[in-house]
């Protein structure tokens, strides 16, 4: 892989594919819970948390940095780890709460979180390049 491949501009995918993928990851593991008997608090909680960082990922996309303003750009960082920080803070607490619900969640936030990133990614670097 050259290094151009992190240089060269191109323009942002769409997130849908992704998106759904990752939904779909998380019905899909709703009958698993069910079958092997993990807490379907810790589904719910997982589900929440990635649509609600869906809601607010969705929400920050509008507020694109513009050239002379660069504002936009601080809130967009700012809200972003937010969320991180915010998702993380509510899976240590269930853990803490009680270690088989909130490693479920954790498991399947995780796992949902990552497929979308994968998938997002593949979009972007496998996508055309601007001129």
Do not use: K, Q
């Not at 079958?35 to 997982?46: D, I």
């Not at 780890?81 to 269930?94: D, G, I, K, P």
């Not at 997002?120 to 601007?130: I, M």
């Amino acid at each position: 892989m050259s290094a151009g491949v992190f240089s060269t501009p191109r323009p942002v995918p769409g997130r849908l594919v992704p998106a759904l993928a990752a939904g779909g990851a998380l019905l899909l593991a709703l009958p698993i819970f069910v079958v092997a008997s993990f807490p379907l608090e810790g589904w719910l909680l997982a589900t929440v948390l990635w649509l609600g960082g869906l809601g607010l990922s969705l929400l920050l996309t509008r507020l694109r940095p513009e050239t002379g303003n660069l504002a936009p750009a601080g809130v967009l960082a700012i809200s972003m780890t937010f969320r991180a920080v915010a998702v993380m803070l509510v899976l240590v607490a269930a853990t803490v709460s009680d270690a088989r619900l909130g490693l479920s969640a954790l498991l399947l936030y995780a796992f949902a979180y990552s497929l979308e990133l994968a998938l997002s990614l593949a979009a972007y670097f496998g996508g055309p390049t601007r001129a």
